[in-house]
């Protein structure tokens, strides 16, 4: 049904901005449940290919968007799965009054009480990612207790302070002296750099700058 | 059903590694239909909350992966929806021999009928991406024909070439002279890169690197 559905639109039987038959008109040309083609053309919609309109019926979308999808995985486990050894070193953990771009971030005062953590993860011995990572001790009181130089906040986090939603953003910047020093890398080198903000509802838990050493390509499939 | 679901995640009622209730016993307990129940289940395991394994049952994730979905529209209707002004020139477009790494990418010989465009996407009247790209003329028959000075190799293919698969790679690199010069930016400046390849079927159909001016972030949420 999809597989049809599909090879229809990569034809040109139904071009951009057509519109398709209805789900029963299919269901019944195709010889199917009126169910699965239901199923098929929501699924093809939220892919992009469909518009899918309450009054003006299904259309070819003029300009499909389409949508890949980013696997997050917890930083060590992105490590070993790529059959690299995962090692970790805690810089430091303080806290600390959270400068007002976080505060920003986090919706939070800057009373707020919260604890400033960097940390390097490597793959093979080498520098992979350096983390830089506010947690707002006031959402997540159990990390004040957490051994951060055993797990990392990244993956602490991950099994003890499940988030509702975030916001993820992924740019290049040039590697400042410290981030180069840490990174085994020269000033001015390119990184790729993730910023991740999480929040419980609508309390901030985490805000966190991830820099990746050079070389660094997130994948995806389309 | 979902909420329910997830709000015993979120407050660790059901930990990382538990076994859940069967399908039936929950739909028992809440009071809805076992479909309803199903259908959560699979989509909370698609967006990586649950573990479902044929004979061992459903368990909450131990390391939940979250799932970021990147909206990938045309270059144009990205531009237009920052409410800015697009705008574009096409640099070349010539039929050429392709390069070692471009066969590899898209699985052709290196006698393979292909055209070689590059193209400047603006926002605003200032640079926004540098598109190098390569087109199988043999897979797109009807490029020869397409006015690229008028529509973007990136909205021609999309209108015309729908794909079946894709890969997209993201990193950061250092701007080349040529590229630092057509951005209008300087040597050595950090861009970010995104590389993507499609197919249809088995057919490589476009390889492109697409460079964007510094400053470039793209957005998502998880």
């Given amino acids: 049904m999809r597989d049809e559905v599909l090879r229809r639109i990569h034809t040109r039987e139904w071009k951009p901005g057509d519109q398709i038959p209805k789900e029963v008109e299919l269901a019944e040309e195709l010889g199917c449940a009126r169910a699965t083609v239901n199923r098929a053309l929501r699924e093809l919609a939220a892919e992009g290919f469909l518009d899918r309109r309450r009054k003006a019926g299904t259309r070819v979308a003029t300009h499909p968007v389409r949508r890949a999808k980013l696997d997050i995985p917890v930083i060590r486990l992105e490590i070993e ?5 995962y090692a970790y070193g805690l810089l430091y953990s303080e806290r600390r009054t959270p400068p007002p771009e ?4 986090l919706g939070v005062t800057p009373d707020n009480d919260m604890l400033h953590i960097t940390s390097l993860h490597l793959a ?10 506010w947690v707002s001790v006031a959402a997540t009181p159990q990390i004040a207790d957490a051994d951060l130089s055993k797990i990392s906040a990244n993956e602490w986090l991950v ?9 993820i953003s992924f740019s290049a910047v040039l590697a400042s002296d410290t981030e180069a020093r ?3 890398t020269h000033k ?6 993730i910023e991740r903000t999480t929040w419980e509802g609508e309390n901030g838990i985490t805000s966190a700058r991830l820099l990746f050493a050079p070389g660094y390509r997130m994948h995806s499939a389309i």
Wanted: charged share 30%.
């Fill in 81 to 85: 799965g790529r059959g690299q050894k």
């Fill in 102 to 105: 976080i505060c920003t971030n």
């Fill in 124 to 133: 093979d011995g080498k520098p992979y990612m350096f983390e830089e990572r």
């Fill in 159 to 167: 099994l003890h302070a499940p988030y509702t939603k975030g916001d």
């Fill in 182 to 184: 840490i990174l085994r």
């Fill in 188 to 193: 001015d080198a390119p990184l790729f750099l």
